[in-house]
């Protein structure tokens, strides 16, 4: 049975991602661990396991495994790992209503948009490419140490909502490039 008590202990489908993983809550994570981690969890809650159990225990099980799921993309990808961080240390990201940056990030972000309008081939996208794809490297170190050595959840929040701004803008360069080479 997958309840308390059973495969995961003490665990509820409402622990933290990091609980359910045994894993500390850090910015910074071993892949491997976490893939590890998530393996070892899906073979005690695959419902497969729970096929001869009543309907309650597979419905649970199914449960399980969607939470496991859904839990093991969080922790994989940086920036939704670190904007799940700072929600749970009080401090939402909430992009849709909380669009404050620093005067200079949008000055850049001005300047970005500028340039990838004016781009007319591709060695120029790939250029910005280039540049977001450091851009982006910078600003998840700098969210490693504002989450893992400062414990500044503000600053965190703040450096997540422009890294959502970074991948936003990388979508729109790939989809840029794709219509050049479509043309």
């Known amino acids: 049975m997958v309840s308390s008590g059973g495969v995961l202990g003490s665990l509820t489908l409402a622990s933290s991602d990091f609980e359910l993983f045994g894993l500390e809550p850090r910015f910074q994570l071993n892949a491997s661990e976490l893939d590890l981690q998530w393996k070892q969890l899906q073979k005690q809650v695959h419902p497969d396991h729970f096929s001869s159990q009543g309907a309650a225990d597979k419905r649970l099980a199914m449960q399980w495994s969607v939470r496991v799921n859904e839990a093991y993309q ?25 669009t404050a940056m620093p005067p200079a990030f949008l000055m850049q972000q001005m300047q970005w948009r500028e340039e990838l309008d004016e781009a007319t081939d591709a060695a120029a996208i790939e250029a910005l490419q280039q540049q977001m794809a450091l851009e982006k490297q910078l600003l998840l170190q700098q969210c490693a140490q504002a989450i893992d050595n400062r414990s500044d959840w503000a600053q965190a929040a703040q450096t997540v909502r422009a890294l959502m701004f970074i991948e936003r803008f990388e979508h729109d360069l790939d989809n840029r490039l794709e219509r050049l080479d479509n043309n």
């Open 74 to 98: 969080r922790l994989k990808h940086p920036l939704r790992r670190a904007a799940y961080l700072c929600e749970l240390n009080g401090a939402p990201i909430r992009a849709e209503d909380n």
